[in-house]
């Protein structure tokens, strides 16, 4: 009867050290994918590329800056005062494109 006994205590104690572990592995395999998934999205957010063009109103008129050079790359010929408040205000702070593609479109949009 006592070796009954002692078989039951053995593999109770075996379950629970198993399922123990695998609760543990688990948690560890969880918290591994969570700290890739956070470091690739600060990688990612880190690695934002500065915009191509930057386009704003400075006191030559409305200069296009290429990347980040602060030497205005072209000056558009138009004035500012035929622009609506709301494009004034954007213009101040400053509209990014990240092509020349969108940037010609723009300035077709401003000057009709």
């Known amino acids: 009867m006592r ?11 075996f379950a629970a050290i198993t399922v123990s572990g695998f609760i ?9 994918h969570q700290k890739k998934v956070e ?6 957010a880190s690695a934002k590329a500065p915009p191509a063009y930057t386009v704003m ?11 980040e050079n602060p030497v205005p790359y072209m000056t ?10 709301y494009d004034r205000i954007q213009l101040a ?10 940037l010609r479109r723009f300035i077709e949009d401003i000057s009709t």
């Open 39 to 44: 470091s690739k999205l600060a990688s990612a």
């Open 24 to 32: 543990v592995i688990c948690t560890l395999g969880q918290s591994l």
């Open 76 to 85: 558009l010929s138009f004035d500012p005062d035929l622009l609506s408040e």
């Open 57 to 67: 109103e400075t006191e030559e008129g409305i200069c296009v800056f290429k990347g």
């Open 3 to 13: 070796a009954g006994i002692n078989k039951k205590a053995f593999f109770t104690l």
């Open 93 to 102: 702070e400053g509209i990014s494109f990240a092509s020349e593609s969108e």
